[in-house]
């Protein structure tokens, strides 16, 4: 079964306009870590931000937030203020915590246009 | 640089042969990730490694596959016998280890194709 479900695999925003990128995810371990990932086209995952299944707000890093609701499992991350530096692939990814890798979602593609 | 370092950056080979590739993680994270990315998929675990010890691996890896991390610092993932299915962007990444969140940080991975 799917863990990670990033149901848009291409997605177009106006620079300097907000952007949501899906992310819905399945398990049953009760706790659990959410992550999202960059990787532009020279290939280097870059870690954005990060929100634990305890995690009471919502996680924020600059222009990064994570819109995290539990009972839908569903951890979208929200771009503000979108620059042309941020076209590139996106990926969630999810840890549970009883076991150590992570489970990754098939990626959203975002380009940002002039 | 004190990211995760990746060698070679680029590997090009033909069917039957022998590769290795080599991982430097952050210098004081304890684990070690091997991760296999396909063309317009996300990464897939193949293995980690707790220090020097290897701790889990995915059926993904398979007997041509094996990775090492002798003295708990860099490590190796060797594939025997490539295939053409092989071709892929292997991805390193590696974290504390000490934590909950334990994020993970990735190399600039190593892009490997078959003939």
């Known amino acids: 079964a799917q863990k990670i479900t990033q149901t848009q695999p291409g997605m177009f925003v106006q620079e300097k306009e907000a952007v949501t990128l899906d992310c819905t995810y399945d398990?049953?371990?009760?706790?659990?870590?959410l992550f999202w990932y960059k990787q532009p086209s020279s290939g280097e995952m870059i870690f954005l931000i990060y929100?634990?299944?305890?995690?009471?707000q919502n996680a924020t890093e600059g222009r990064y937030s994570l819109n995290f609701q539990k009972a839908r499992k569903s951890a979208n991350l929200v771009i503000s203020a979108s620059q042309l530096g941020d076209s590139a692939m996106y990926f969630c990814?999810?840890?549970?915590?009883?076991?150590?890798?992570?489970?990754f979602g098939p990626g959203t593609r975002l380009s940002v246009l002039p | 640089d004190t990211g995760v370092s990746q060698n070679p950056r680029h590997k090009i080979t033909k069917r039957g042969q022998n590769v290795t590739f080599r991982c430097d993680p952050i210098?004081?994270?304890?684990?070690l990730y091997w991760y296999r990315q396909t063309l317009g998929q996300g990464p897939e675990f193949l293995t980690y490694?707790?220090?020097?010890?290897?701790?889990?691996k995915s059926r993904l890896l398979s007997d041509r596959f094996s990775a090492e991390r002798p003295k708990g610092s860099f490590s190796t993932l060797e594939i025997q016998r490539t295939e053409q299915g092989d071709s892929a962007m292997y991805l390193c990444?590696?974290?504390?280890?000490?934590?909950?969140?334990?994020?993970?940080?990735f190399g600039p991975g190593t892009r490997l194709t078959v003939l």
């Open positions: 990444a590696s974290s504390l280890g000490t934590s909950d969140t334990d994020t993970q940080y």
């Open positions: 398990t049953s371990d009760p706790s659990y870590g």
């Open positions: 929100q634990g299944s305890y995690d009471q």
């Open positions: 990814a999810m840890r549970e915590f009883y076991g150590q890798n992570f489970v």
């Open positions: 210098s004081e994270h304890n684990r």
């Open positions: 490694f707790q220090n020097e010890a290897q701790l889990e």
